[in-house]
């Protein structure tokens, strides 16, 4: 279904419309919310669920002419996903302890916590290619560093070369604005 | 004018909706579990408003209220009972047409239409989808072509498919947008007179036969 017929019927009619998004971007939310879930399948479930609860919730106050709605059905499922992590993270101290939801550096996780924000945003809007890309997978995805250096035909050590000299980078330019990470 | 927060919000959107993102079906079970979640979740969210709703109500005082009601009542009930009379009004944001001029009628302006389509197809469905946008298909026992027009200023072709090859060309001093894959056009859109338009073939068009089409829309 057209997404434009979705927005439609999330207006019209609650239930055929979170239907009908679940059933064409359902895979899409599931995907992210893996990488930052893992197997735990309820929780997989409830994240989705809430995902799209979320987009019905708003579809009255968002713009959707930019035809962004995967894009930000993506970023709703990844923010939803986060705090979902962070919930079990408090509940379940021994929980995410062996798996590679991020590197343990404190610098990645502040990244990855806060890449939603507007300037961190920005910063790496401004970065060039395929380093933006990297960056997005690694940080607002949570790919592996594998997964993206197969995807994007390089190698291990470039990514992981490219993710270490961005970061020193990002962490230049936030503590010349006055941020620190 | 956006702020930079806003421009960079959306180029973090528009860039993840260009990316390839990784993707796990969901089963039908799956599909159907999550929907069951996604609806008790909804209700949820009506009951805790309702819920906060009382506890005001209370506090706000009940004497108070009640009055209020009391008063109201009285003013309100001959209207009510008028309306109960009435049919309740369902907003469907689909409405279907036996014929085309029939629907350019109920839009109220005249709109524009393709006169000649490649032989074989013809007219399936006619369509106004909220009360702005005319939405026709054209169907051969195979191939679809849905057509739209609207005097909204923006995309109304409903696609947004990350195409492989996107061009502009001219068509009748138009400025057309063509995108598709394999040399085949899928999407065509384009402004005029400040009306929207596009067409989409889920099965693809050659170049000649947009062109046959869009020159003979009047």
């Not at chain 1, 923010?79 to 990645?108: G, M, P």
């Not at chain 2, 894959?181 to 693809?204: A, E, P, R, T």
Request: hydrophobic share 35%; with cysteine.
């Amino acid at each position: 279904m057209e997404d434009n017929t979705i927005i439609l019927l999330l207006k019209t009619d609650a239930s055929q419309g979170l239907y009908e998004a679940t059933k064409k971007y359902g895979g899409l939310v599931k995907g992210i919310c893996i990488k930052i879930l893992h197997n735990r399948v309820e929780d997989i479930e409830e994240c989705i669920a809430d995902t799209f609860v979320s987009l019905w919730k708003n579809v009255n106050s968002i713009d959707f002419n930019k035809g962004a709605l995967k894009g930000y059905i993506a970023s709703i499922a990844r923010n939803t996903a986060i705090n979902r992590y962070n919930k079990l993270k408090r509940e379940q101290t021994d929980y995410i302890q062996n798996n590679d939801f991020v590197s343990e550096e404190d610098l990645e996780d502040e990244i990855a916590r806060k890449s939603d924000s507007a300037i961190l945003q920005e910063l790496i809007n401004d970065m060039g290619e395929p380093d933006k890309e990297i960056f997005i997978r690694r940080f607002f995805l949570f790919e592996r560093v594998k997964d993206i250096a197969n995807r994007l035909q390089l190698t291990i050590k470039t990514v992981d070369n490219k993710l270490f000299r961005g970061k020193q980078k990002l962490r230049k330019q936030l503590i010349e604005r006055g941020i620190t990470l | 004018m956006k702020d930079n927060n806003t421009n960079s919000t959306d180029n973090l959107l528009e860039y993840l909706d260009e990316m390839e993102i990784d993707s796990v079906e969901l089963s039908k079970d799956e599909l159907q579990k999550i929907h069951k979640l996604e609806l008790e979740k909804i209700k949820s969210k009506k009951v805790k408003v309702s819920k906060r709703f009382f506890n005001w109500k209370i506090s706000s005082g009940l004497v108070a209220a009640c009055f209020v009601l009391v008063l109201s009542i009285s003013i309100s009930v001959p209207k009510i009972i008028e309306h109960i009379d009435q049919p309740t009004k369902i907003v469907n944001p689909y409405i279907e047409y036996n014929d085309v001029d029939t629907a350019i009628e109920e839009l109220g302006y005249d709109a524009m239409v393709p006169t000649k389509m490649p032989e074989e197809y013809t007219i399936s469905n006619v369509v106004i989808i909220d009360n702005t946008i005319l939405s026709i298909d054209y169907e051969t026992a195979s191939e679809k072509i849905n057509y739209r027009t609207s005097e909204k200023n923006e995309d109304i072709s409903g696609d947004f498919t990350i195409y492989e090859d996107v061009k502009q060309i001219q068509i009748d001093n138009k400025d057309i947008t063509i995108k598709g894959n394999h040399d085949k056009i899928h999407l065509v859109s384009w402004k005029h007179n400040n009306q929207s338009f596009s067409m989409y073939s889920n099965q693809g068009l050659s170049q000649k036969q947009v062109i046959g089409i869009i020159e003979n829309i009047e």
